[in-house]
């Protein structure tokens, strides 16, 4: 069993613990559940810089720890004070070391939209990560049927967040409403053997809609890259370890903002 499918397997354990926990009605009860969201997409409207989403990720299956001196509000502050567009929060506990609280604290001082990033598959998780503060969250259609995809998608709508779709292959097109889901992530990571090819964003760029936001994801760590990315068409990068790595945070925010302006 790969990692991927050990994953969700424990996502689905963790879905069925949710149902014996809560109600869909105790999680609108919750603090966050009434607040409004704030969207990412009315911020790419009309913009000609690309917009970055700043990750916050302790570690992953294939790189294992990556950041030791790691403090999710220290690293969300510097991220709020260098004007990121959007900040991604990793919640998986097993295998990226992230946590619903690290969402939950960050949400409580949030000034730009917080993305839930996980592998949803259950409508549970969809309204957990409304009543913790999410914004976006993220879809993978590598996981996810056709049906899912939309199930959840109306879910995230219903609960008023925004979804970020993402896909790896030229096969998960056709599982895709372009009307539905407006705002596509392509993830240059291989989900099965975490190989990295921003290839996979130039080639699936032209085979999207004009309609949609794109938004390109992992092994973005050079100006050539973004420079790439930005004659693909690309709206928003996901960036993590290239930001985790940094001794300085701060100083690698604003270089990166340097290179995605127009």
């Given at each position: 069993?790969?990692?991927?499918?050990?994953?969700i397997e424990i996502k689905k354990e963790e879905a069925a613990k949710l149902k014996k926990?809560?109600?869909?009605?105790?999680?609108?009860?919750?603090?966050?559940?009434?607040?409004?969201?704030?969207?990412?997409?009315?911020?790419?409207?009309?913009?000609?810089?690309?917009?970055?989403?700043?990750?916050?990720?302790?570690?992953?299956?294939?790189?294992?720890?990556?950041?030791?001196?790691?403090?999710?509000?220290?690293?969300?502050?510097?991220?709020?004070?260098?004007?990121?567009?959007?900040?991604?929060?990793?919640?998986?506990?097993?295998?990226?070391?992230?946590?619903?609280?690290?969402?939950?604290?960050?949400a409580k001082h949030k000034q730009v939209p917080l993305l839930r990033n996980d592998f949803?598959?259950?409508?549970?998780?969809?309204?957990?990560?409304?009543?913790?503060?999410?914004?976006?969250?993220?879809?993978?259609?590598?996981?996810?049927?056709?049906?899912?995809?939309?199930?959840?998608?109306?879910?995230?709508?219903?609960?008023?967040?925004?979804?970020?779709?993402?896909?790896?292959?030229?096969?998960?097109?056709?599982?895709?409403?372009?009307?539905?889901?407006?705002?596509?992530?392509?993830?240059?990571?291989?989900?099965?053997?975490?190989?990295?090819?921003?290839?996979?964003?130039?080639?699936?760029?032209?085979?999207?809609?004009?309609?949609?936001?794109?938004?390109?994801?992992?092994?973005?760590?050079?100006?050539?890259?973004?420079?790439?990315?930005?004659?693909?068409?690309?709206?928003?990068?996901?960036?993590?370890?290239?930001?985790?790595?940094?001794?300085?945070?701060?100083?690698?925010?604003?270089?990166?903002?340097?290179?995605?302006?127009?």
């Amino acid at each position: 069993m790969n990692i991927l499918n050990q994953i969700i397997e424990i996502k689905k354990e963790e879905a069925a613990k949710l149902k014996k926990t809560f109600t869909l009605n105790s999680f609108r009860e919750m603090e966050f559940f009434s607040k409004a969201t704030l969207s990412f997409m009315e911020s790419l409207k009309n913009r000609k810089d690309i917009a970055i989403i700043a990750e916050i990720k302790k570690a992953s299956p294939s790189k294992g720890v990556i950041r030791e001196d790691f403090s999710h509000i220290g690293i969300a502050d510097i991220y709020l004070n260098t004007g990121v567009d959007a900040i991604s929060i990793l919640t998986d506990e097993k295998f990226f070391k992230g946590s619903k609280e690290f969402l939950l604290d960050i949400a409580k001082h949030k000034q730009v939209p917080l993305l839930r990033n996980d592998f949803i598959i259950d409508e549970y998780q969809v309204f957990e990560s409304k009543a913790n503060g999410a914004d976006i969250i993220l879809l993978i259609s590598e996981v996810l049927s056709q049906g899912q995809i939309i199930e959840l998608t109306h879910a995230a709508f219903e609960c008023g967040m925004e979804v970020l779709l993402e896909l790896h292959t030229v096969d998960q097109l056709q599982k895709i409403n372009f009307s539905l889901n407006k705002l596509i992530g392509v993830n240059n990571r291989n989900l099965i053997d975490f190989s990295i090819n921003l290839e996979t964003t130039e080639i699936l760029s032209q085979k999207l809609p004009d309609s949609i936001y794109l938004v390109s994801e992992s092994g973005i760590n050079s100006k050539f890259a973004v420079s790439r990315l930005k004659k693909a068409g690309t709206n928003a990068i996901l960036v993590g370890e290239y930001l985790m790595q940094a001794n300085d945070v701060k100083s690698r925010i604003q270089e990166l903002k340097e290179w995605c302006k127009a």
